[in-house]
């Protein structure tokens, strides 16, 4: 039978607050050196907007979600979709580490058969809630399941993590009127704000600013974290407003965690050589 | 007498009773589309998305990977223009959505060329899960409507403003992916979905004729085996559509019978240039889709 599983009832990663955090930082280390490990042995892939979202996955994952490993399509869980599905290693990470699916899995990614795919496809992962990676998509499929689960009367919330590049996207701001149009409380956006996209800054090739408020304008609860901060996230990203979906614009750094990647706008879409990937790995301690 | 949009609307409303899982979604047209009997009737399950096609499609993928049939419905034209929204967010997503596309072609009339589903066809018939019909009569179109609600997969209902003329009564039973063959004749076959299958029938019956006649309902999967029997059996196969002659029904029966290495000749009846406006009757007649434009051409093509 599916039950709701809270992270806090069957893991054993944070008796204390203390702890907690110490744990929350050797999670991040690891899910970041297997994020270049499988990019690395697909020769391929986008390590800078994978490694900026990494604590935004934790926390949900960590503290947040309900969702059962065993029963990846479990009606009862909270959804996450990756609109921006070029970060899916990440995605990937994770689901990993909460034994979705056998951890050798991960240096299948981006090789011909598996089910780890370059973007993710539902398809072929039940895991992930939807196939993303043509921008500005996820949104609106992420508002389609909100909307579901308000229809089913469902308790399930709707998360979808978006890349400040990806809302340039037209359909985005359509999703933008929709969603409190349709008073989906059950819905929380959380942009990935790491100011990178393949052509170079965001401010550069199309300015997102002010984005806290274009989505106050539209009718959005708003709110703004530090989005390496697993404490901070914890708090936040639980927050609903009744009758308003929820906006999180959270502050990151494209590349987090590698020096050499940080706010480097070259390490959006390529793979680190075998030198590059030594150093990064020794750098996160792995 | 009566439009297929206006069959889709009574049908999808009477289905809203029987299954609860069925939601519909419009852009702003449910009063053309005629999905406004569905909002009037079960108004917490009819979304209206406002003129944003791309958004409304990716909110019937979400429903229909929730469990929900939805019907998102524009014109054809408008619905197939976010072409990205339904390879992606419905095809690839393998999401069991159901898109209304009225306003086939050019029999529209007046509205023009911007408002005509001309390349609907052509640009869905390459997504390798997406089933695509075109009913010719208001019972076709209420059975088609019910066999999409329980066949599981992303579909493509093209359907007409304008009003045609009865062909089925209840005792028809439509079958996936099977063309019914409304008039077995000789020498010619004339392969037609939509408006032109009116058109075929009244070149018989006009011109005294005795050519096959074959209503191509399913516009994928088509029926390769009544084409391999058809082109043994004729002289020469006719497609006939208010569509692109490029993509549509008369690309689809082409590549059909070179892949069989038919020897039989093939000519396509259908649209090749831009929409304009007109009458419905002006226009089928201007592009040669009446039933004396599909005569000329076939007698053109016998020459």
């Keep these: 039978m599916p039950h709701r599983l809270c992270i806090k009832n069957f893991m054993t990663r944070q008796p204390t607050s203390q702890k907690l955090e110490e744990n929350n930082e050797a999670l991040s280390r690891k899910l970041r050196a297997n994020i270049l490990k499988m990019i690395h042995a697909a020769g391929s892939g986008h390590p800078g907007g994978s490694l900026s979202c990494v604590e935004i996955l934790m926390t949900l994952f960590g503290s947040v979600l309900h969702f059962d490993p065993k029963n990846p399509r479990w009606v009862d869980r909270d959804r996450v979709v990756l609109s921006k599905g070029h970060a899916v290693p990440a995605l990937y990470a994770i689901l990993a580490e909460y034994d979705y699916f056998p951890g050798d899995w991960l240096m299948s990614l981006r090789k011909l058969g598996s089910p780890l795919q370059g973007h993710p496809d539902v398809a072929r992962l039940p895991a992930v809630e939807a196939a993303t990676g043509s921008l500005g998509q996820g949104l609106s499929i992420a508002q389609g399941i909100a909307m579901a689960c308000k229809l089913d009367k469902r308790d399930s919330r709707v998360f979808c993590i978006v890349g400040d590049g990806e809302i340039q996207e037209g359909q985005i701001w359509e999703a933008a009127m929709s969603a409190p149009k349709f008073k989906l409380d059950n819905l929380t956006v959380i942009l990935d704000y790491n100011h990178g996209q393949i052509d170079g800054r965001s401010d550069e090739v199309m300015n997102l600013e002010p984005i806290v408020d274009k989505w106050k304008a539209f009718n959005w609860n708003v709110l703004e974290v530090d989005g390496h901060d697993c404490e901070a996230l914890q708090r936040v990203l639980p927050t609903q407003v009744p009758g308003k979906p929820t906006f999180i614009v959270a502050h990151t750094i494209k590349g987090k965690g590698v020096s050499f990647m940080e706010g480097v706008i070259d390490w959006h879409g390529k793979a680190p050589n075998d030198e590059e990937l030594a150093k990064a790995l020794k750098e996160l301690g792995q | ?303």
Excluded at chain 2, 234 to 261: F, N, R
């Design chain 2, 1 to 303: 007498m009566k439009a297929t949009r206006d069959s889709f609307g009574e049908e999808v409303a009477q289905l809203g009773e029987l299954n609860s899982n069925i939601v519909v979604l419009d852009a702003d047209l449910s009063k053309s589309t005629k999905s406004a009997g569905f909002a009037k009737k079960f108004p917490e399950r009819f979304f209206e998305m406002g003129i944003a096609e791309a958004n409304m499609i990716g909110t019937a993928a979400g429903l229909a990977l929730s469990g929900k049939i939805p019907f998102a419905c524009s014109f054809g034209a408008f619905i197939t223009g976010r072409y990205d929204q339904i390879r992606m967010s419905v095809s690839y997503n393998r999401a069991n959505v159901k898109l209304i596309g009225t306003h086939a072609g050019v029999a529209i009339g007046e509205d023009g060329h911007s408002q005509m589903g001309l390349e609907d066809v052509g640009l869905l018939r390459a997504l390798p899960n997406m089933s695509i019909f075109q009913p010719a009569d208001h019972e076709e179109a209420k059975q088609i409507i019910r066999f999409v609600t329980k066949h599981h997969g992303p579909a493509y209902i093209r359907l007409t403003r304008q009003k045609m003329p009865q062909l089925y009564d209840e005792n028809y039973s439509y079958q996936y992916g099977q063309w019914d063959v409304l008039h077995e004749g000789k020498d010619v076959a004339l392969i037609a979905t939509g408006e032109l299958v009116h058109s075929c029938m009244a070149v018989n019956d006009l011109y005294k004729k005795d050519y096959s006649i074959i209503n191509a309902s399913t516009l994928k999967p088509i029926d390769t085996k009544l084409i391999e029997r058809l082109s043994e059996h004729h002289k020469l196969i006719v497609t006939a559509e208010d569509h692109y002659v490029i993509g549509g029904l008369g690309s689809a029966v082409s590549e059909c019978m070179a892949e069989l290495g038919s020897k039989t000749p093939l000519r396509r009846i259908g649209v090749r240039e831009f929409g304009e406006s007109g009458t419905p009757g002006n226009l089928l007649k201007h592009f040669q889709l009446d039933a004396e434009g599909v005569h000329a051409q076939i007698q053109q093509f016998l020459r």
